[in-house]
Nanobody, 116 residues
Framework: QVQLVESGGGLVQAGGSLRLSCVAS????????MGWYRQAPGKQRESVAA???????NYADSVKGRFTISRDYAKNTVYLQMNSLKPEDRADYYC??????????WGQGTQVTVSS
Protein backbone atom coordinates (compact mmCIF):
# COMPACT_ATOMS: atom_id res chain seq x y z
CA GLN A 1 0.00 0.00 0.00
CA VAL A 2 1.00 3.58 -0.68
CA GLN A 3 -0.32 6.61 1.14
CA LEU A 4 -0.27 10.06 -0.44
CA VAL A 5 -0.71 13.37 1.35
CA GLU A 6 -0.98 16.62 -0.58
CA SER A 7 -0.41 20.14 0.59
CA GLY A 8 0.12 23.58 -0.86
CA GLY A 9 -3.26 24.50 -2.26
CA GLY A 10 -4.86 27.84 -1.59
CA LEU A 11 -6.15 31.06 -3.04
CA VAL A 12 -4.04 33.00 -5.50
CA GLN A 13 -4.64 35.82 -7.95
CA ALA A 14 -4.49 35.18 -11.66
CA GLY A 15 -0.91 35.31 -12.83
CA GLY A 16 0.37 34.09 -9.49
CA SER A 17 2.09 30.89 -8.49
CA LEU A 18 1.58 27.98 -6.14
CA ARG A 19 3.58 24.86 -5.42
CA LEU A 20 1.79 21.67 -4.52
CA SER A 21 3.55 18.91 -2.63
CA CYS A 22 2.67 15.26 -2.28
CA VAL A 23 4.45 13.06 0.23
CA ALA A 24 4.36 9.33 -0.35
CA SER A 25 4.70 6.73 2.37
CA UNK A 26 4.30 3.00 2.69
CA UNK A 27 5.55 0.74 -0.09
CA UNK A 28 7.23 3.56 -1.99
CA UNK A 29 9.60 1.23 -3.81
CA UNK A 30 6.60 -0.14 -5.69
CA UNK A 31 5.89 3.24 -7.28
CA UNK A 32 6.54 3.53 -11.00
CA UNK A 33 4.99 6.88 -11.75
CA MET A 34 3.50 9.79 -9.89
CA GLY A 35 1.37 12.58 -11.10
CA TRP A 36 -1.22 15.21 -10.54
CA TYR A 37 -4.83 15.24 -11.60
CA ARG A 38 -7.43 17.91 -11.13
CA GLN A 39 -11.17 18.09 -11.03
CA ALA A 40 -13.05 21.32 -11.50
CA PRO A 41 -16.66 21.69 -10.35
CA GLY A 42 -18.97 19.87 -12.71
CA LYS A 43 -16.14 18.41 -14.74
CA GLN A 44 -14.37 15.09 -14.96
CA ARG A 45 -11.04 14.50 -13.32
CA GLU A 46 -8.22 15.11 -15.77
CA SER A 47 -4.52 14.42 -15.83
CA VAL A 48 -2.35 17.48 -15.37
CA ALA A 49 1.19 16.14 -15.23
CA ALA A 50 3.06 12.94 -14.58
CA UNK A 51 6.62 11.88 -13.91
CA UNK A 52 7.84 8.39 -14.59
CA UNK A 53 10.58 6.53 -12.71
CA UNK A 54 13.01 7.15 -15.59
CA UNK A 55 12.54 10.88 -15.08
CA UNK A 56 10.42 11.50 -18.14
CA UNK A 57 7.48 13.84 -17.76
CA ASN A 58 4.30 14.65 -19.60
CA TYR A 59 1.83 17.46 -19.30
CA ALA A 60 -1.66 18.34 -20.35
CA ASP A 61 -1.60 20.82 -23.22
CA SER A 62 -3.43 23.34 -21.10
CA VAL A 63 -0.58 23.59 -18.59
CA LYS A 64 2.50 23.14 -20.77
CA GLY A 65 4.99 25.92 -20.22
CA ARG A 66 3.31 26.99 -16.98
CA PHE A 67 3.43 23.93 -14.71
CA THR A 68 6.43 21.83 -13.79
CA ILE A 69 6.37 18.45 -12.10
CA SER A 70 9.38 17.20 -10.19
CA ARG A 71 10.20 14.43 -7.75
CA ASP A 72 12.54 14.38 -4.78
CA TYR A 73 13.33 10.74 -4.09
CA ALA A 74 15.14 11.54 -0.85
CA LYS A 75 11.98 13.15 0.52
CA ASN A 76 9.54 10.77 -1.19
CA THR A 77 7.83 13.86 -2.50
CA VAL A 78 6.49 14.98 -5.84
CA TYR A 79 5.92 18.65 -6.54
CA LEU A 80 3.81 20.60 -8.96
CA GLN A 81 5.06 24.13 -9.52
CA MET A 82 2.24 26.14 -11.01
CA ASN A 83 3.07 29.51 -12.55
CA SER A 84 0.98 32.01 -14.47
CA LEU A 85 -2.17 30.60 -12.94
CA LYS A 86 -5.44 31.25 -14.67
CA PRO A 87 -9.00 31.20 -13.33
CA GLU A 88 -9.58 28.03 -15.35
CA ASP A 89 -6.90 26.28 -13.28
CA ARG A 90 -9.24 26.40 -10.34
CA ALA A 91 -9.90 22.83 -9.20
CA ASP A 92 -9.26 20.21 -6.59
CA TYR A 93 -5.83 18.77 -7.29
CA TYR A 94 -5.12 15.13 -6.52
CA CYS A 95 -1.81 13.37 -6.25
CA UNK A 96 -1.64 10.02 -7.98
CA UNK A 97 0.79 7.15 -7.86
CA UNK A 98 0.87 4.03 -9.95
CA UNK A 99 2.84 0.99 -8.94
CA UNK A 100 4.80 -1.34 -11.18
CA UNK A 101 1.94 -3.83 -10.94
CA UNK A 102 -0.54 -1.14 -12.03
CA UNK A 103 -2.13 -0.41 -8.68
CA UNK A 104 -3.34 3.18 -8.47
CA UNK A 105 -3.30 5.31 -5.36
CA TRP A 106 -4.83 8.72 -4.68
CA GLY A 107 -4.34 11.46 -2.18
CA GLN A 108 -7.20 13.26 -0.51
CA GLY A 109 -6.89 16.34 -2.71
CA THR A 110 -6.01 19.96 -2.19
CA GLN A 111 -8.04 22.91 -3.41
CA VAL A 112 -6.65 25.56 -5.71
CA THR A 113 -8.64 28.73 -6.27
CA VAL A 114 -7.54 31.38 -8.74
CA SER A 115 -9.22 34.75 -8.59
CA SER A 116 -9.48 36.93 -11.67
Amino acid sequence: QVQLVESGGGLVQAGGSLRLSCVASGNIFSINSMGWYRQAPGKQRESVAAIISDGSTNYADSVKGRFTISRDYAKNTVYLQMNSLKPEDRADYYCNAESHDRRVYWGQGTQVTVSS
